[in-house]
Every structure is written in structure tokens, then in C-alpha cells.
């Protein structure tokens, strides 16, 4: 996700933006109704829909090829730019794409336009993503250390789910339900989880090296 003036990586940060937003817009417009009817206020509903690191993934993905489009040279637009931020980035909604494919597809066998917004966040939106990546995005200055960094943000997100969840008795995905689990058994799974994230982030910082290398002896 950079600034490019190419119009064929345009044209997919493009595409990846329309359906991410597409997908979160339709995802509230089905949730939220269905929170309502089940005695929720409003503003919980909508707090609900953002426990869900899907949906806080994709608004990222979808904040960040808009910026990018719209206001490059802006003071985000450079931020957004950054090879390291956009690894980041994609790290996370690959991240995510991966872990609802093994984990979770089955647990919510959806039809009509909740299917099609299901499979843009978790399917249509990360492949796209990994594909900018790969094609577009700059691989300058990547190192193995930046994987460490890139795990606040996962480290981040599973500190607030297990505050919510303490509080509200929510837990966004099954594989955290301390209450069914015990915290034990949540622990090493989130353990597992990060370490999953952590080598798919050492794999793309070496295919960044690889990129690096081929550029080099060209």
C-alpha cells in the first residue's frame, strides 16, 4: 500500500478498499439488528461489532488503501507508505483470513449477503491484500526484528478481550471463552496464535529478503 502513481496498483488498493468497506458496512447492517433484537442497547451493539478483531482488521485495511488513494502525501498517507507498516498491515488481515479458514468456518455456515460479506473480511480481502503486497509494496530496510514489533498490536487487541470479556461476560471467538475454557487453556491458545503470527511474519520478511537479493543481482 503505497504511493505509486501506476494505475494498475491503484486500481487494486481501489478494489481492496470498495470491498473491505462493502463488507463492513453490510456485517453492521445484519449484526446489528440481530444484537437489538436480543435486548441491546444501540451503543453496545456497535462496542460489540468492534470486539472483533476481523472488523477492527479490515477498518484498518480498508482506512489505509483509502488514505492512500485519496491523500498520499498527507501527514497518514506517509505513515501508510511506510514498507514496515504496510507489512503490518497485511500481516494482520492475513492473520486474520488464516486463522477464521482453520479455525472457525465451519461454527457459522451463513447464507445470502451475510455469506458474502463473511468471505470478503475473512477471504476475498486478505488474498487481495497478500497480493499488493507481493506485487507492490517496497521490501526496503525489513528485518527480522521488525516481527517483534508487529506483535503489539495482536498483544494489544487479546489484553482487551480478555478485559471485555472479565466485565461482560463476552468473548468474541470461542478458542478465548475463558468461561468455557478456563484461563489455563485460553493462555496457550493465544500462545499458539502468536507464535502462528510470528512465523508468518518471519516468512514475509523473507520473501522481502528474497525480493531484495533478486533486485540485487539483476
Known amino acids: ?7 494498475a496498483p491503484r486500481l487494486l488498493l481501489l478494489l481492496i478498499a470498495l470491498i473491505a468497506w462493502f463488507a463492513i458496512i453490510a456485517q453492521f447492517s445484519i449484526s446489528i439488528p440481530l444484537l437489538l433484537s436480543q435486548g441491546m442497547t444501540y451503543g453496545e451493539a456497535v462496542w460489540r461489532m468492534f470486539g472483533y478483531l476481523t472488523i477492527l482488521t479490515n477498518i484498518l485495511v480498508a482506512v489505509a488503501c483509502s488514505v492512500l488513494l485519496l491523500k498520499p502525501d498527507s501527514l497518514p498517507g506517509q505513515y501508510f507508505s511506510r514498507p514496515g507498516v504496510q507489512t503490518a498491515v497485511t500481516l494482520y488481515i492475513i492473520f486474520v483470513g488464516v486463522g477464521y479458514n482453520l479455525l472457525l468456518r465451519n461454527h457459522a455456515p451463513f447464507t445470502g449477503l451475510h455469506r458474502l ?5 475473512h477471504t476475498v480481502v486478505p488474498l487481495l491484500c497478500l497480493l499488493y503486497w507481493s506485487l507492490y509494496v517496497p521490501k526496503q530496510g525489513l528485518q527480522a526484528k521488525d516481527s517483534l514489533l508487529w506483535l503489539i498490536y495482536p498483544l494489544a487487541y487479546f489484553v482487551m478481550a480478555m478485559l471485555r470479556g472479565g466485565s461482560s461476560g463476552f468473548y468474541p471467538y470461542p478458542f478465548l ?4 475454557l478456563g484461563y489455563a487453556r485460553v493462555m496457550g491458545n493465544a500462545a499458539m496464535l502468536l507464535a502462528g503470527l510470528f512465523v508468518i511474519a518471519l516468512g514475509m520478511v523473507a520473501v522481502a529478503r528474497f525480493k531484495r537479493s533478486e533486485l540485487a543481482t539483476d
Not at 500500500?1 to 494505475?7: I, R, V, W
Not at 460479506?117 to 473480511?121: I, P, Q, R
Not at 471463552?177 to 468455557?180: G, I, Q
Open 117 to 121: 460479506s463473511d468471505e470478503g473480511l
Open 177 to 180: 471463552n475463558v468461561a468455557n
Open 1 to 7: 500500500m503505497n504511493k505509486n502513481t501506476a494505475l
